[in-house]
């Protein structure tokens, strides 16, 4: 892990409010694990760096997509080409893909498509079957099927029916975890609740997914990211982000009304 200054090769709204943006940046490159996160200097006005995954890497290129939700992540997307960028990292674990596994089954709730692309990359490289289920609120908050590799299948799930099948992604998962070996999750934190309650019944598969908490350092140095697990008190940035969805207890954590920022309760 190393502080470095990735210049921008491209800064692009693909949806409504979220930014595709490359950088040109050879450490991170070769050294990112799908899951593993940086932490993006974001202006004078922000005090801390803010966590983003690591969503493609391309030979020395690495990528980041992310929403527009306050002030860092606006000041990113107003970077052009040819900027340098702070980064921090690659911090954090990476999933995990288990040698005896062929199926894998990558479950995105919006945004949470950004660490998922690249463990479809890093599943199709180590030979496996990958299929992406991939749920928005509206058609146009979907990840376009043109990112995603050709090998890839994918199914969508739209909130409002415009586009695939009307729900939640959470509604045909159960559908697909029969033919998974491994199920790896990212999005809101309620979706992972939805996971958890009916895990033992219907899916019966291990579960990985990626945490997101609010950070301070991301380096495992101010505990503002403590929660509480089956095995003790863990930082998701330094033991995580990715975690077994089995280890988490559901009752020490809260989030908020979009169903999407981790309150911790302590
Ligand atoms: C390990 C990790 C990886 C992440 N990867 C991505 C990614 O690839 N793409 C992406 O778009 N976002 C990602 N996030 C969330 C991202 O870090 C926050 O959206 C960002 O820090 C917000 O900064 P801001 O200054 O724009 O917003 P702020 O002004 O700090 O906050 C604006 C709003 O965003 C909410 N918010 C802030 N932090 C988070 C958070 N961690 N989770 C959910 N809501 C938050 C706040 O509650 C507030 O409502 C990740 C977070 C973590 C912890
Ligand atoms: S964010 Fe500081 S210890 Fe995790």
Redesign the pocket.
């Known amino acids: 892990m190393k502080q470095t200054l990735a210049s921008i090769i491209s800064n692009d709204e693909v949806m409504p409010g979220?930014h595709l943006i490359w950088l040109e940046s050879p450490q991170i490159a070769s050294e990112a694990k799908p899951g593993q996160?940086v932490m993006?200097y974001?202006g004078e006005e922000?005090l801390?760096r803010?966590?983003?995954?690591?969503?493609l890497v391309e030979a020395s290129k690495v990528a980041?997509?992310?929403?527009?939700?306050?002030?860092?992540?606006?000041?990113?997307s107003q970077r052009q080409a040819g900027n340098n960028i702070d980064l921090l990292g690659p911090?954090?674990n990476s999933y995990f893909i288990h040698p005896a596994s062929h199926n894998l089954l990558l479950v995105a709730g919006g945004?949470g498509i950004?660490?998922l692309r690249f463990l479809a990359q890093e599943g199709m490289y180590q030979g496996c079957s990958v299929r992406l289920l991939l749920g928005a609120s509206t058609a146009s908050q979907l990840y376009s099927k043109y990112f995603l590799p050709p090998e890839a299948e994918s199914t969508v799930a739209t909130e409002d029916g415009s586009a695939g099948k009307k729900g939640m992604i959470t509604d045909i998962l159960p559908d697909f975890a029969i033919w998974a070996d491994q199920i790896f999750a990212c999005g809101?934190v309620s979706m992972y609740h939805t996971i958890a309650i009916h895990k033992q019944e219907l899916l019966k598969k291990p579960v990985q997914i990626?945490?997101?908490?609010?950070?301070g350092c991301?380096l495992g140095v101010c505990y503002g990211?403590t929660v509480k697990t089956k095995n003790g008190l863990k930082q998701?940035?330094k033991d995580?982000?990715i975690f077994d969805l089995d280890d988490i207890l559901w009752e020490e954590l809260d989030y908020?009304d979009?169903g999407?920022?981790?309150i911790l309760k302590w």
Request: net charge positive; aromatic share 10%.
């Open positions: 979220v996160f993006v974001c922000c801390l803010r966590p983003l995954s690591i969503h980041f997509l992310f929403t527009v939700v306050g002030k860092g992540t606006y000041w990113l911090l954090g945004i950004a660490p809101p990626s945490l997101e908490v609010r950070m991301g990211c998701v940035c995580g982000p908020n979009r999407k920022e981790v």
